[in-house]
């Protein structure tokens, strides 16, 4: 028996996730449609008000339902350095750590050949236009101590030095291979005061 074409669509659809594949797909659409119908309401006016409102603030690159996002706006922030972060949760875990008072930016991303995301993907040209602010005096690289995360703070090490920007990566206080979303506060803040310049 063939399903209804709205619910395959459906099940296609739940597919755009990462890690999703037919069977947690088709199981999410069961599960929303027989259990979780308000739930379902929810998720699908909350998904379309976020692709409406949403988009990427003008100075950090982070989401933002306005050209410059609150943490951009706060004039209390120490406007001297910037911090590159892979993703969102990444600059979110060192705001908990409350040991950062500077600007970030976040790639949305890291490089990653294999994958075919270069550094066009991952905004390089307006990191380089925010990182030559005249404000701007140390550039910090917090990706996380993948293998692309390592292969991304190299990149935009010396992309920024041959610029004459002044740049420091945070200190391997991490575990190898560590994901800055998954350390706890204390360890990020050691890894963050004791970074290095990077020569
Ligand atoms: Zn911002």
Redesign the pocket.
């Known amino acids: 028996m063939n399903s209804p074409a709205v619910l395959e669509q459906l099940i296609n659809a739940l597919r755009c996730l990462p890690g999703v594949g037919p069977k947690s797909s088709t199981r999410m659409a069961y599960h929303l449609l027989q259990r979780d119908r308000e739930g379902a309401q929810r998720l699908a006016a909350s998904l379309q008000q976020a692709l409406d409102k949403l988009a990427y603030?003008d100075?950090?690159?982070?989401f933002?339902e306005h050209a410059?996002?609150s943490?951009?706006q706060d004039h209390h922030r120490d406007k001297s350095s910037l911090c590159v972060v892979e993703m969102p949760t990444d600059l979110m875990m060192l705001e908990n750590t409350r040991s950062y008072q500077g600007q970030?930016f976040v790639l949305m991303g890291k490089l990653s050949p294999m994958d075919g995301i270069g550094p066009k993907d991952i905004h390089l040209d307006k990191l380089l236009k925010r990182a030559q602010d005249a404000l701007v005096e140390e550039v910090i690289l917090a990706t996380n101590f993948t293998s692309e995360g390592e292969a991304t703070a190299h990149y935009i090490g010396q992309m920024l030095k041959s610029r004459g920007i002044k740049v420091s990566r945070i200190a391997r206080g991490l575990p190898m291979g560590g994901e800055i979303e998954y350390v706890d506060s204390g360890t990020l803040s050691t890894a963050l005061l004791e970074r290095k310049i990077v020569t």
């Open positions: 603030c100075y950090c690159n982070n933002s410059v996002c943490v951009c970030y």
